[in-house]
């Protein structure tokens, strides 16, 4: 028998798929009616005129409206506020109901974007990812919803997209961008959007773009700061060109580890889209050879001048080979040392004897063993939520504060009166800091210390599924 859990996601899943089919009903209806209106602004006439046209009468839509642009009048309608703008007007929307654009990443930076693209009327708008929609993506990733909870990103994406503007084509592309697709993909469209997290795509998309000769709108957005800017744009600079070595991995950091406020990237990625959007159109001055940096904090936008095309780059220099088979080979995680997966790197650092995992280390609570468990995370996670009695030694302040543990240890064997002392466990997040924090300990003499393996998020998996995560 299905648990009630399981009813409500299978309830849940059947709800969504018939909205999905109702969605891509409507849209066949607006296409339709969009030509019934069309076709029924000549009919009327021919009924008047009493005779049924043999081809030999002048177009009718030439004698009532002239609409030399090829816009039709339901289009007319929709961007006539664009139309409307003396510096945008009918020729730059033509241009771009005739682009296409594609986004990668349909996160917190893609999401505003692909609204407004779709919004505004690209012709063709295409998203990769190959993530599903988490609870914790709600407060940034304003384009899907609750109801594609566990649903793939491009599936959600396109649907929004598809519900504020029927009349668009919307091509999801529900897999990681690789070398091996990367250029098959990228090929298909005149603009691409950077809108990932890690450094080894990043790297990849600059590549590819310069490749094939397309512009790319790159942003990135981590806490209450971001920044824009246009590559490989007319002569300009490429990513590699600005950065020919990849920052150190620590440098790296991911909103899932460093936090982001929601509308930070919510501000970029409508940037990101409104560069693509004034290429597309040919309208304006992309923002090539400059970037824009956004601090939320003290509520300052700067646009500074950054280099410009570097002769020596490896990729898009002046003596360069880098081809198409040179990108498809080329290693991009082992160059920047970063997975070009979302989820964190595991470490392994300990020899399994310095190790516990969460469901043993349960068990020796239940037992009632003589222990001190140390939570190495920075102080604001654990605030957040907690083991009881565990105690907060954030690793960076390790050192300075060892006596603490040495209290904690004498203590817990003074109130149970164990002879052999007291055991010292050590948690983190995930499993990656508790190992550096055991290793640090081995040094300093605390020789039983042991890492739990997985750190909070192996609890809540093997041990306590309502211990809250973030
Ligand atoms: N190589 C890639 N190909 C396709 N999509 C990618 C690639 N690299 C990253 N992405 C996608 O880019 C998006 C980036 O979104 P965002 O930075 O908001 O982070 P997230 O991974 O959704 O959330 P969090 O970091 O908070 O866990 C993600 O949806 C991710 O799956
Ligand atoms: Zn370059």
Known sequence: ????????????????????????????????????????????????????????????????????????????????????????????????????????????????????LAACGVGRLGVVDHDVVELNNMHRQVIHTEAYIGQPKVKSAAAAC??????????????????????????????????????????????????????????????????????????????????????????????????????????????????????????????????????ALSARIRIVKIRGRSVQCEVCGENTTFNQQQFKDFDYEKFTQSPLSTSPPKLKLLAPDSRITSKEYKGRIVAGEAHVLVDVRPEHHYRIVSIPKSLNIPLASLEARLSEISAALKQEQEQEGTGSGANLYVICRRGNDSQRAVQYLHNKGFNLAKDIVGGLESWVHDVDPNFPMY
Do not use: W
């Open 1 to 116: 028998m299905e648990s009630s859990g399981d009813d409500v996601a299978r309830i849940r899943r059947e709800i969504q798929a018939l909205k999905d089919e109702k969605a891509c009903i409507e849209q066949k209806i607006s296409v339709l009616e969009a030509q019934l209106q069309e076709t029924a602004s000549l009919a009327p006439q021919l009924q008047q005129n009493g005779d049924v046209c043999n081809g030999s009468c002048p177009p009718i839509t030439a004698v009532g409206a002239n609409m030399a642009h090829g816009l039709s009048a339901d289009s007319i309608y929709r961007y006539s506020r664009h139309l409307l703008l003396p510096s945008f007007g009918v020729q730059a929307q033509s241009n771009l109901l005739k682009s296409s654009i594609l986004v990668v990443g349909a996160g917190g930076l893609g999401s505003p974007a692909l609204l407004y």
């Open 162 to 295: 598809r519900a504020i503007n029927s009349t668009i084509q919307i091509v999801e592309h529900k897999e990681a961008l690789r070398t091996s697709n990367a250029l098959e993909i990228l090929s298909r469209y005149d603009i691409i959007i950077d809108a990932t997290d890690n450094a080894p795509s990043r790297y990849m998309i600059s590549d590819c773009c310069v490749v094939l000769g397309k512009p790319l709108v790159s942003g990135a957005a981590l806490g209450l700061e971001g920044q824009l800017t246009v590559y490989n744009y007319k002569g300009g600079p490429c990513y590699r060109c600005l950065f020919p070595t990849p920052p150190p991995t620590t440098a790296c950091q991911r909103c899932s580890d460093s936090g982001v406020l929601g509308v930070v990237p919510g501000i970029i990625g409508c940037l990101q889209a409104l560069e693509a959007i004034k290429m597309a159109s040919a309208v304006g001055e992309p923002l090539s050879g400059r970037m824009l940096l956004f601090d």
